[in-house]
C-alpha cells in the first residue's frame, strides 16, 4: 500500500522544497480524473482535492510518501473558462517544473481512455520529451469501455506513443472499479525507490520460541 500526506503547496518554482530527494509528477487534462487517480493510488479519499469544478488545482501539491520523496500534483491543464492570464501562469509553473527540475524521477499522464492524445496532452508530451525521464500513462475512466474496446484503446495508444518517438509504458485504469492501482503502484515506487510494504503473515503474530511475555 502506498500511504501519501499532504507536505506543501508550491506557487512558484523558486518555492520549491530543497530537501527532496525524488518525485513523481502527475499531470493530466483537467477533467481526465488526475486527482482521483492520485487519491486512488495513494489509499486517500481527500488527498487531492477531486473538484466538481475542473482546474481548481493551480499549484504544485507535494505528497510526501517517504523521507524526502514525493508525489507531486500539477495543475490540470486545458480548462477553458480560465482567465488567459491565469492559464499562461500555470504553463510556465508545470513547463518550469518538468523541465528544470532534477528531483522529478518521472511523469504519471492521466489521460482520458475516451479521448486519448488531445493536442494538449501531446503539447505536455512535448515539455517533458527534452528531460528523457521516464514516462508511464495511465487511460483513466477505463470503467466506461467494454474490456475488448479497452484493450484496442490500449493498443492503439501504445502505437501512437510508439510513433512520437517516446519511450514510456501505458495501462488502463479506473478509480472507480480499482483497474491497474497496483500495476500504477509499483512503477511509481520503482521510480522514488520506495519498496513494497511486506504483506503479514501469520508467523508475524506468534512469539518466538523462547520469547517471554
Do not use: C
Not at 62 to 88: C, I, N, S, T, W
Not at 125 to 145: C, M, N, Q, Y
Amino acid at each position: 500500500m502506498l500511504n501519501a500526506s499532504f507536505h506543501i503547496t508550491v506557487a512558484r518554482i523558486a518555492e520549491l522544497p530543497m530537501d527532496s530527494l525524488a518525485e513523481v509528477a502527475f499531470a493530466g487534462r483537467s477533467n481526465a480524473g488526475k486527482s482521483s487517480a492520485i487519491n486512488t493510488i495513494a489509499h486517500h479519499k481527500r488527498l487531492a482535492f477531486v473538484s466538481k469544478m475542473p482546474g481548481r488545482t493551480q499549484h504544485l501539491n507535494f505528497f510526501r510518501v517517504a523521507d524526502q520523496r514525493f508525489l507531486v500534483d500539477l495543475p490540470g491543464y486545458g480548462f477553458a473558462r480560465a482567465p488567459l492570464e491565469q492559464k499562461r501562469s500555470w504553463q510556465n509553473l508545470i513547463g518550469g517544473y518538468l523541465e528544470s527540475r532534477p528531483q522529478l524521477s518521472g511523469l504519471v499522464l492521466i489521460m482520458d481512455s475516451r479521448h486519448p492524445f488531445t493536442d494538449l496532452d501531446l503539447h505536455l508530451l512535448e515539455w517533458f520529451r527534452v528531460t528523457g525521464k521516464p514516462l508511464h500513462i495511465l487511460l483513466s475512466k477505463a470503467d466506461k469501455l467494454t474490456r475488448s474496446d479497452g484493450l484496442s484503446t490500449l493498443r492503439k495508444a501504445q502505437a501512437q506513443l510508439a510513433e512520437l518517438g517516446m519511450p514510456g509504458t501505458i495501462q488502463l485504469f479506473s478509480s472507480l472499479k480499482r483497474t491497474g492501482v497496483d500495476e500504477a503502484e509499483a512503477v511509481i515506487r520503482g521510480w522514488l525507490g520506495v519498496p513494497a510494504s511486506k504483506p503479514a503473515t501469520p508467523e508475524d503474530g506468534q512469539k518466538k520460541p523462547g520469547s517471554r511475555g
